[in-house]
């Protein structure tokens, strides 16, 4: 694993990444944030060393270095996610690069169902903890010291620093931003009537990615924030069959308040 990462960081340094401060995972239908970039190299995960390849159709799978607000961003447009047949370490692999590149905060984005019924889709959710469902862990297998304890703490997974500052921007512009628990499943299959109600129980959103890279950034002390765009209304007394591009669409408008979010941020950190 860190040759993997030396190879693939020394191949992003020879194509003119330097220091980037922020990264940033843009999740399904989320991709338009990199067109607020100054954009200076956009590179495909083909053709990185080591990267997987995004096999979602939704995800466009570029890694993007720019610049915004003065500031040096990596940005993923696209991710990976464990239903596709990857380990969670390859899922969080370009976390670890990124960390390895320089960057000191990581902004992550996804697309997810309301499990609490008084969040509309369209809406925004800012994670502040999250409970993992997924039958594995990217910590697995021998610790790299390197970059983190064996037992790392997972008390405040989410930055609180970074979270409140989000909640202060949404405030000051007047975009509605929940707060709330996400809970990562395996998917690729939506949930029935029972799994809604169960998950309910816990949780304010369901998606199936972001927790292995949020458990990945906690492991190396890199500082984090997620947002969730609301896409479907899990109601399990009026479920109606979820088709992607309805999904897609919501994300989409959605997207708009996301990147004023994360533009703000970006400006005062």
């Known amino acids: 694993m860190l040759d993997r990462i030396k190879q693939t960081v020394d191949f992003l340094k020879d194509s003119g990444i330097v220091d980037p401060g922020i990264g940033i995972v843009l999740g399904t239908g989320l991709g338009k944030m990199v067109n607020e970039f100054s954009i200076i190299r956009a590179i495909d995960f083909s053709n990185i060393p080591n990267f997987p390849l995004a096999t979602v159709e939704s995800h466009s799978g570029k890694l993007i270095y720019g610049i915004l607000h003065g500031k040096k961003i990596l940005a993923m447009q696209g991710r990976f996610h464990y239903y596709e047949g990857y ?69 405040r997974p989410y930055d609180g620093f970074l979270n409140s500052k989000l909640a202060e921007i949404a405030i000051r512009e007047k975009i509605v931003l929940h707060k709330g628990v996400y809970v990562s499943v395996l998917g690729p299959n939506l949930e029935t009537r029972a799994e809604y109600r169960m998950l309910a129980n816990f949780a304010d959103a369901v998606g199936m990615s972001t927790v292995p890279e949020v458990i990945v950034a906690n492991h190396m002390g890199l500082p984090c924030a997620a947002i969730s765009v609301l ?39």
């Open 87 to 155: 380990s969670l370490q390859e899922v969080t692999f370009p976390i670890r690069v990124m960390k390895s590149l320089g960057i000191r905060h990581l902004l992550l984005s996804n697309a997810a169902g309301a499990l609490n019924l008084s969040y509309k889709k369209g809406s925004l959710m800012l994670i502040e903890d999250h409970i993992n469902l997924l039958p594995d862990n990217p910590l697995r297998g021998k610790n790299l010291d390197e970059f983190g304890p064996r037992f790392p703490d997972m008390s």
């Open 231 to 269: 896409t479907d209304e899990c109601d399990p007394d009026q479920l109606v069959p979820a088709k992607i591009e309805d999904i897609l669409e919501i994300a989409g408008k959605a997207e708009i308040p996301l990147i004023r979010l994360f533009s703000q941020l970006i400006r005062e950190i």
